[in-house]
């Protein structure tokens, strides 16, 4: 069997100014694959253009060798030169491979990394606090995701704009909707705060330390990640566990995150980090560190969360995966066979491969043109 196309579909949800991007790759055996690559505003247009030339590398390949394929993207095709875009584009190729080779072999793909470790994945949710500004809108938020059976939740309630030097009130605010959320929800439930790789280590320090009174899951990315020194310090400083690596492309540049004890949860995403396998990889050789995983999924709720559910089942050092509630819906319209969660959890999935497919009309009928940045702000706009 021989990979003979390689194709995307780009795909509008409708929201959150993003698209989503979906690969499918063909073989002369009938059978086919789908995989999901990251995206972000103003830069799909360079990953999709990114899939169909790496597709060329792919043609006539047989879609087992998926890890020669990975290997010879790195050595030859990009001649050790990587990039965001490479690895997203690799990620959805990646995938799609690992649903033929499922398929081909009548089996789901977890069973084809080792077996499972568990029968159902937790997750937590997502976006469900996007429309929130005041803490008592996150709080009352917070009550009606609970009351879905989400027993894990995530926020992310620093203000705009994104710079690394921020005014106290904003820490305060942050601070302040946390606490608001702990008091509606009460002791029993999973809170997860996520900083978007904002701070200096001096403002995550004591912010860290301001929200340890309303014991937090974990504190996501208080520093850019390319600071692992900046990470560990606040590690060290702050009784949270610490989360990282969404933002890291590649196992090799997990290293030094577990060399300098930076992280004590890392979050690499399946679409950016170059497919299942690689996010495999990374859990193994996170697990003789003692750090667990939990694999980040700001992408859609079909392919990217399949693939996600898969590749975490078989990780020993397995935590939860991400779950962005307002996807769901539109997803619904391109995919009804999408894994659904039930009172937080995922039941592993039976079908060969990754478990889904789309109706290429659908996808058309969706498609958007690459998405814009919205605006970049001018010196004046500064504070």
């Not at 009130?169 to 790789?197: F, M």
Request: glycine share 8%; proline share 7%.
């Amino acid at each position: 069997m021989k990979i003979t196309a390689v194709k995307y579909f780009s795909v509008d949800p409708g929201f959150r100014g993003r698209n989503w991007l979906f690969v499918k790759v063909e073989t002369d055996a009938g059978i086919h694959g789908w995989g999901e690559a990251y995206t972000l505003r103003g830069r799909d247009g360079a990953i999709g253009a990114q899939i169909m030339e790496l597709g060329e590398v792919v043609i006539g390949r047989s879609p087992f060798d998926i890890k020669h394929f990975t290997q010879v993207v790195y050595d030859d095709y990009a001649q050790r030169r990587s990039s965001f875009e490479l690895y997203c584009a690799q990620s959805g190729i990646e995938q799609a491979m690992w649903d033929i080779a499922g398929k081909a072999c009548k089996q789901p793909v977890y069973n084809l990394l080792g077996g499972a470790c568990r029968g159902k994945v937790r997750v937590y949710a997502n976006g469900w606090s996007d429309h929130c500004k005041r803490p008592d809108e996150f709080a009352r938020a917070a009550e009606a995701v609970v009351e879905k059976g989400y027993t894990a939740i995530k926020l992310s309630p620093m203000p705009s704009p994104w710079r690394t030097y921020v005014p106290t009130a904003h820490e305060d605010h942050l601070v302040a909707a946390v606490g608001a959320v702990r008091k509606a929800v009460g002791p029993g439930i999973d809170i997860l705060v996520d900083v978007l790789r904002r701070l200096p280590p001096a403002n995550a320090i004591r912010m860290g330390r301001a929200l340890e009174q309303f014991k937090p899951y974990w504190y996501e990315e208080p520093c850019p990640v390319e600071n692992m020194d900046a990470l560990a310090e606040v590690r060290a400083a702050v009784n949270i566990p610490l989360v990282s690596g969404e933002a890291l492309y590649g196992k090799s540049a997990f290293r030094d995150l577990f060399r300098k004890r930076a992280a004590d949860i890392i979050n690499p995403d399946i679409c950016n980090v170059g497919g299942i396998l690689e996010l495999k990889e990374i859990a193994a050789m996170a697990e003789p560190e003692m750090v667990a995983v939990s694999p980040h999924n700001f992408n859609s709720t079909t392919v990217a969360l399949s693939a996600t559910v898969h590749a975490g089942a078989t990780m020993p050092n397995f935590t939860l995966t991400e779950y962005y509630l307002p996807f769901a819906e539109f997803a619904d319209k391109i995919c009804p066979a999408q894994l659904k969660p039930v009172n937080g959890y995922i039941d592993l999935p039976t079908a060969p491969g990754l478990g889904l497919d789309f109706d290429e009309n659908l996808l058309t009928k969706h498609a958007g043109p690459p998405q814009k940045v919205a605006s970049v702000r001018l010196p004046a706009q500064e504070g």
